[in-house]
């Protein structure tokens, strides 16, 4: 007697960027309840950076353009594709396209539908009504929409009603794997220069420019410091010439995208997120917590949720606070402490296994997630 085929998970991605979309997308996949079949849907099929990560761990990828003039083929093409697979759920992890995924869905016969809101509600008026607009067509389409944080839940909560069945699920990571990795290299690494480094998107949500600031009134004190910049996007250049500008060429590195974050983390011997409101969760802050890191931070509501009482938090946009308190955790015994701290918060709080147990009985599987 034949067995009856897994059962199909679509998630849908706007491009395989190193980024936090798609690493949550990636270890869902891998902590998954066996069996599942994943299908990726790929928006963008420009960015491919990630596609052998998912091909590895088992998942179907397929290039599916979105393109905005031509929304109706769009949805065309996805219903078809969603008739054809037959999913239990379908995943969207670009809040907003959530909507014609949706639609395409119905059309094709009504798979599960969720997405995934990775920052809250914008300040901006204009930005916040479009957004506002987007959780009402939600609601009419029943559409759940998950959060990556508590502190976006509630942005989205105190303005508007959200759909049934929207919470909150914070992310998570693999925290020994990311642990084994950063300890082995951090065996090789040297006392001097004491490495200073944040992961993250140059794009205008982080604020990379404070930082910046911040080890320029540093280094005048302690030569010996350095700082890596690990991650890309559309700010680079701007913050590159403000490192040239401050003098800091010598001692600022821009790694770009990198997929061995792990291993730069242990060379890593403290690690400041400086961001700004529009955070969402900070993933990589729970990396870095994984590597047994001490903490600096913005006080943001996302920074804050994430790191509790296991690292230092100041006030966002503040570099003289900010090289206040990474000038605090230059002392090793200090820095010794406050790692085990902070990883003992991810472990209590942000394991991967917990995180996918929460998705996967939210889309109604309820076998253990694999470890």
């Not at 900070?282 to 600096?296: F, H, K």
């Amino acid at each position: 007697m034949t067995d009856p085929p897994a059962p199909i998970l679509v998630h849908v991605l706007n491009g395989l960027a190193l980024g936090g979309n798609e690493h949550l997308c990636l270890q869902l996949v891998r902590h998954a309840p066996s069996p599942i079949q994943h299908r990726v849907l790929n928006l963008n099929p420009d960015c491919q950076t990630m596609r052998s990560q998912f091909l590895d761990a088992g998942a179907q990828v397929v290039d599916c353009a979105y393109q905005p003039r031509q929304r109706l083929r769009f949805l065309y093409q996805v219903a078809t594709y969603v008739r054809r697979q037959r999913p239990q759920a379908v995943v969207v992890y670009t809040f907003g396209l959530h909507l014609l995924v949706g639609l395409a869905a119905c059309w094709a016969g009504g798979a599960t539908v969720v997405a995934r809101a990775g920052n809250p509600l914008p300040k901006d008026p204009r930005q916040q009504r479009l957004w506002v607009r987007i959780v009402q067509g939600s609601r009419l389409l029943g559409i759940p929409i998950y959060s990556c944080s508590q502190a976006v839940h509630e942005s989205f909560t105190r303005v508007t009603p959200l759909p049934a069945g929207s919470r909150a699920i914070p992310n998570g990571c693999d925290l020994q794997a990311i642990a084994r990795r950063a300890q082995q290299t951090r065996q090789s690494r040297s006392d001097r220069p004491t490495v200073i480094g944040m992961v993250a998107r140059l794009n205008a949500i982080k604020d990379q420019a404070t930082l910046l600031r911040a080890i320029a009134l540093l280094h005048a004190d302690h030569p010996e410091i350095a700082l890596w910049l690990v991650g890309d996007g559309d700010q680079r250049s701007t913050l590159e010439a403000l490192a040239v500008d401050l003098g800091l060429a010598k001692v600022v590195t821009f790694w770009g995208d990198r997929a061995d974050v792990p291993d730069l983390l242990g060379k890593m011997h403290l690690y400041a997120f400086s961001t700004t409101a529009d955070e969402g969760f900070g993933i990589a802050l729970i990396e870095a917590m994984a590597a047994g890191l001490p903490m600096v931070a913005s006080d943001v509501p996302a920074c804050r949720e994430v790191l509790g009482t296991a690292g230092c938090l100041v006030p966002p946009g503040d570099a003289k606070s900010l090289a206040v308190a990474l000038e605090t955790w230059l002392d090793p015994a200090l820095r010794q402490a406050w790692g085990d701290r902070a990883y003992q918060r991810a472990l209590e709080h942000y394991t991967m296994d917990t995180c996918a147990a929460t998705w996967y009985r939210e889309l109604g599987w309820t076998q253990e997630v694999v470890g």
